[in-house]
């Protein structure tokens, strides 16, 4: 019907295109298909309020690759184009959307950088594709189906052509530089990937499956080959959460890491659709202290589109340890990361999810506390890493952050003041908590304060110089100090101390002797007031500088993390 020249101001935006996107060509499956999916839920919506009278039928979209004709095609049952159609949506507007991102990004110094992260929707397939045709059949039947051919530039043919079926096949012919498109584990690979949980069957193939047919005795095992439906089009987070058990979330969690053996903690179920929409599944991992940490294991979705899973920046850090699926139509698809990062609708969902995930810990912890208190060592370092990098969350976590004794009891912050507050202050009326970092290694020092009638925290958790830091700036009267550091004589105890195994003029004698073997800008010599007849001086390091110590391992902040 038509031959043309798209209208372009850019010279010969196909080479741009190839350039650009370099880095990431596997991106143009992922558009491709999902421009299928939104074909074919707009014919499904058409029909719905009567505007197409066409039959629905099967919907399934397919891929197809075939090697010896170097290509590789996506087909659809969708809404079709006319020619009309395709020379308005693909002559005009998609290529000025194209031409538009070129620009935009033409000269950045780190392309690189924001490649991966943009789609150029059907335009992308020239990344990977030295010629490609359209041909697609309106579902309005008097429309006649269209060919379209480009061969990456400018110059494109359009014309009238047959189609038996409704929809629309985009076909690649894959440039030489691309074949890895052509083989079957990459596509695999990539449908997984980006397809996983589209709304709409994907078939990619076929595949021999086993049935087994009749009953008991009688029953035979009968091999059957069917169509390969690689995704799941109605994944659990998509469901209402009353409709699912525990076992589905356990069903979903191996669905998203068919890798993984190890079984989550619990779900947290997001479900908004007020200011923003926003669906998915968050699950808690075991995180053991001192386990490497595990991040970037969310993935992001828009309406089941798969759009990265890499989410630093865009939701808290703390919660970039959690694992499970976001999905909400208000995040752009076709964005940069740094446009991720700063864009408004993002934000207020990630803080949206921080409150959710500290009303479904304040949940668990209020329903059944001895479950939680079990849970508590797998879940600690996270909850303690969020409270210390936000705000909001450190507030909030006052109702459900556990603190454990060397006995193994359980208490909340504020239980623990009370508990501890009418033994363990200094002459200044301040509250010390004593602590140990492990149980083990100071267990002298552990049984001298518990015969003192004083609790012994157990703080062990990587950054817990930190959160003691954190803890006594909100609780102005009070200072943590470890267990075997000189502050613990400087407690006042109500009742009469024990009398000390050494007499007062043994003590003088022998105490400058050790003084004189230890740097005493370092140590502290305690011979007083001794109860234990295991020790009968203890050279300790005052607690000030031992934690000076120990915040500069740490790097001063988190980024030991
Ligand atoms: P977007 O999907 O963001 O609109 P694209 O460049 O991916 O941009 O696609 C441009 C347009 O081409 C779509 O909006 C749609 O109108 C049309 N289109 C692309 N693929 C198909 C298809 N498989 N079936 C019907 N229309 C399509
Ligand atoms: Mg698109």
Redesign the pocket.
Known sequence: MSNGKINVTADNIFPIIKKFLYSDHEIFLR??I???V??TL?LKTLTRIGESKTELGDLTIEIKIDKEAKTLT?S?K????STE?VDK??NQ??FS??EEFVKKYEDKADGAAIIGHF?????SAFMVAKKVE?L?QSHNAEAKAAHWECEGDPEFTLEEAEKAER??D?ILHINDDSLEFLEEARIRELLNKYCKFLPVPIKFGTKEITETLGEGEDAKEEKKVVDDIINNPVPAWTKAPGDLKDEDYKTFYRELYPHTFEEPLFHIHLNVDYPFDLTGILFFPRVKPNMELNRNKIQLYQNQVFVTDNLEGIVPDFLTMLHGVIDSKDIP??VSRSYLQSDGAVKKISSHITKKVADKLDELFKNDRKDFESKWDDIKVIIEYGMLSDEKFFARAQKFALYQNVKGEYFTFEEYKEKVKDLQTDKDGKLVMLYAAHKDGQHSFIKRAHDKGYDVLLMDSPIVSHLMQRLETSNENLTFARVDSDSIDKLIKKDEDQPSKLTEEQINTLKPIIEGSVDKAKFTVMMENLSSDESPFIITVPEFMRRMKEMSMTGGGMMGM
């Open positions: 558009e491709l999902s421009n299928a939104d074909a707009k996506v659809d969708g809404l079709g184009m159609e949506y693909i507007l998609a959307g194209a789609g150029l929707g059907f335009y359209i697609s929809g629309t985009i698809l076709n």
